[in-house]
């Protein structure tokens, strides 16, 4: 992995590539820095020598890149822009990145202002980061201020950072994460004693054949304690440390957000101490005579590789976007099958599964076992009595499917029982996103939760954002052991599977109980 970051540089303390280089290469990435800026230390000191580099810099060093063959990237890097043409030459930049890999990551740290100082940039910048640059972003880490100053949205709570995500989202990247939140405060005037790390993630669930996609968002927060005092270079270190970890954890966002805040914590931690055992202690917050203590970056080595993770991410509005529904006494009355016989005619011992023993037999026996399977499951559909199905069946299916949820049939019959019984029951195999009958090429036999784990990767979801429905605890055990949210379908006609019932996430009487 190769990343060309561009950020400020100061000679001394870690701001800007000081403070994002050395965390990259102790995470395997090579990196080429070009400095921005490069001064003599940061702006929270009285003055400041050094020089800036302009657009037309910035890009003759590309050029000399390119013109050696040295413009293979996979991740692009961006801190502190200054001015209009050095945001326009960084869109030129990454444009000629991606001339040479389309699949460049574009981290994106839109470095504007933060409330106290205000912006520290033109204020015409905010109209030009919005329209010409995060549309380009794969990935954007703008705190509280940034967010509201792009979104023109005020953020109080939980529900507003859900909305100014989705509204940053629809200007393009598919990761946000709002590096700082103080919920409750009016964060102009005061501080809370906490900090809250909002991350968003911007996923196309897709269909088990590909025909279509549906938006989802999966959101986390991770709530810290706020250390006293201003830290300078953090922001900076912990854009690095994202891009480390969502490389590394392509689909486990909030295991990269708890690991970068861990890091984070960790280095302010080491940060504080130092600066109370100096001497002449070092004040934690700035003033006209005395700059913030310098993070202790290089004194936090093993915090950066191995970050010990005592904050955990906290999944916010979980939203089910796909049911997953067994066949026998969930779509039908229970008792259409008449387990008794399939076993008598099979010769099941007493206490053993009917199909563990079904598929513990070999060669010819096997199969005038699976005969007989097919043959009690045909006749439940085929019967005198008619098939009996599970009450407010079609309503409920069409409660479903309008709300644009993904449906699957996971069931332990066969091919042969599911046709039939969709047939009579005139419901469309088209309804199901996918039928997982007992024997299928990609997917294990319940009660294997890698069936359910299996599904959440073919519709690239998460398995929180699964539904499954059954009556029984196999269904129940194969959901929530996959992380899937389960609701255990009870008859009050029959007996109540109290196992099942025990775990399952919810419990119902009627089809349109669940909905």
């Known amino acids: 992995m190769r990343v060309l970051s561009i950020q400020s540089h100061t000679v001394h303390g870690y701001v800007g590539n000081k403070s994002a280089v050395f965390p990259l290469q102790l995470h395997g990435f090579d990196v080429d820095p070009i400095n921005s800026v490069q001064f003599s230390n940061h702006t929270g000191y009285n003055t400041i020598r050094g020089e800036i580099l302009n657009g037309k810099q910035l890009l003759d060093l590309i050029e000399g890149l390119k013109n050696n063959g040295l413009i293979h990237y996979s991740h692009l890097l961006t801190g502190y822009i200054g001015s209009l043409s050095f945001l326009r030459a960084i869109v030129d930049v990454l444009k000629t990145l991606r001339a040479e890999n389309p699949h460049v990551t574009y981290v994106c740290d839109p470095v504007m202002g933060d409330y106290g100082p205000g912006l520290y940039v033109p204020e015409d910048l905010i109209a030009s980061y919005r329209d010409e640059l995060i549309p380009l972003a794969t990935i954007i880490t703008p705190n509280q201020f940034e967010v509201e100053k792009l979104t023109n949205m005020k953020i109080r709570n939980e529900h507003d950072a859900r909305e100014a995500c989705k509204a940053l989202h629809a200007m393009g990247p598919h990761i946000v994460v709002i590096t700082s939140m103080d919920f409750g405060v009016d964060v102009a005037v005061n501080e809370s004693r906490e900090i809250v790390c909002f991350a968003s993630h911007r996923r196309e669930m897709k269909s088990f054949s590909g025909s279509s996609v549906r938006t989802i968002f999966e959101q986390f927060q991770v709530t810290v304690p706020r250390f006293p005092g201003a830290f300078t270079g953090t922001g ?37 101490h130092f600066a109370s055992q100096e ?17 202790r970056l290089i004194q936090s080595k093993s915090d950066i590789e191995n970050p010990t993770v005592q904050s955990r991410a906290i999944r916010v509005h979980k939203e089910i976007v796909a049911v997953v529904l067994d066949m026998d006494g969930t779509l039908t009355r229970p008792g259409q099958i008449n387990f008794e016989a399939m076993r008598n005619r099979i010769g099941v011992p007493t206490g053993v599964e009917i199909l563990e023993h079904v598929y513990s037999l070999q060669g010819g026996q096997h199969s005038e076992a699976v005969a007989v399977l097919v043959d009690e499951e045909l006749k439940a559909v085929q019967s005198e009595q008619g098939l009996q199905l599970q009450t407010g069946l079609h309503q ?3 409660a479903l499917t309008s709300r644009g949820l993904q449906l699957a049939l996971l069931t332990l019959n066969g091919h042969e029982g599911v046709n039939a019984f969709l047939k009579t029951a005139n419901i469309p195999e088209s309804t199901f996103d996918v039928v997982i009958t007992r024997v299928h090429e990609l997917f294990p036999r319940k009660p294997d939760p890698q069936v359910v784990r299996k599904l959440g990767q073919v519709w690239n979801i998460d398995t929180s954002s699964i539904l499954v429905v059954g009556d029984s605890w196999v269904d129940v055990v194969c959901g929530s052991e996959a992380g899937a949210w389960t609701c255990l379908l009870s008859d009050k ?3 109540i599977d109290e196992k099942a019932q025990t775990k399952a996430s919810r419990c119902v009487d009627s089809l349109a109980a669940v909905v």
Not at 237 to 256: H, R, V
Not at 282 to 295: C, F, M, N, S
């Open 279 to 295: 001497a002449a202690p070092i004040p934690l917050v700035a003033g006209p005579k005395h700059p913030p203590p310098e993070l």
């Open 396 to 398: 409920f299916i069409e």
């Open 236 to 272: 900076d270190l912990m854009s690095a440390l994202l891009l480390a970890w969502i490389t590394k954890l392509p689909n486990d966002l909030p295991g990269a957000i708890e690991r970068t805040i861990a890091t984070i914590q960790s280095v302010i931690k080491r940060t504080c």
């Open 493 to 495: 006609n029959h007996k």
